[in-house]
């Protein structure tokens, strides 16, 4: 009981909403990412492919996903690549410290995202579609419809990162085990 009274708030806080904590980090870990996959995004289609963005795609399946250029579409592989990239390293050895098969974790982490990219294709493109129809445009709008889109995956990536990709074989000392 000594012990537990010399531990700060915070470590009392952690261990005693120890999901909840995994949860958060995860929030700030895909937060960051997303942030760093923007900056590259804007940096890219700015800058280094500003010219292949009047190289048009006519692909229905690119248009689907809002890539209707050669510049958008190599900008959005690599800053895409980067983003998921970096929340990969970050959820696996910080917020949930697995230690399952590194190849088999990225093979699913692979599944998972190229699922997302495609449902934030569909989920995006109808939301936006319903935006319209209602007279919801504008700037605050799309910054609006842009953060639900973002969160909206959210429903199935921190399962799936927390149950099924991100796995640990080896109880973690410092979570308390059930008895």
């Known amino acids: 009981m000594a012990e537990q009274k010399k531990q700060s708030a915070f470590a009392r806080f952690t261990r005693k909403h120890a999901e909840l904590w995994k949860f958060i980090k995860f929030a700030f870990a895909s937060?960051?990412?997303s942030v760093i996959e923007?900056?590259?995004?804007?940096?890219l289609l700015n800058f280094v492919f500003q010219s292949l963005t009047a190289e048009a795609i006519t692909n229905p399946t690119l248009q689907m996903l809002g890539i209707t250029s050669k510049g958008y579409l190599y900008t959005y592989l690599i800053s895409t690549?980067?983003?998921?990239g970096i929340?990969?390293?970050?959820?696996?050895?910080?917020t949930f410290k697995a230690d399952a098969n590194p190849t088999v974790s990225m093979l699913l982490y692979l599944v998972m995202v190229v699922f997302t990219v495609f449902a934030n294709g569909w989920?995006?493109?109808?939301?936006t579609t319903f935006a319209q129809a209602h007279a919801l445009?504008?700037?605050?709008?799309?910054l609006?419809?842009?953060v639900v889109c973002m969160l909206i995956p959210t429903i199935w990536t921190y399962p799936c990162?927390?149950?099924i990709i991100h796995r640990r074989k080896k109880p973690d000392a410092q979570e308390p085990t059930e008895q």
Request: charged share 15%; net charge positive; no cysteine.
């Open 161 to 163: 990162n927390r149950f």
């Open 87 to 94: 929340a990969f390293i970050l959820n696996r050895k910080i």
């Open 137 to 142: 445009t504008g700037n605050l709008w799309d």
């Open 144 to 146: 609006v419809i842009k």
């Open 38 to 43: 923007l900056v590259v995004h804007m940096l």
């Open 81 to 84: 690549a980067i983003g998921y």
């Open 123 to 127: 989920i995006g493109s109808a939301v």
């Open 31 to 33: 937060g960051g990412s």
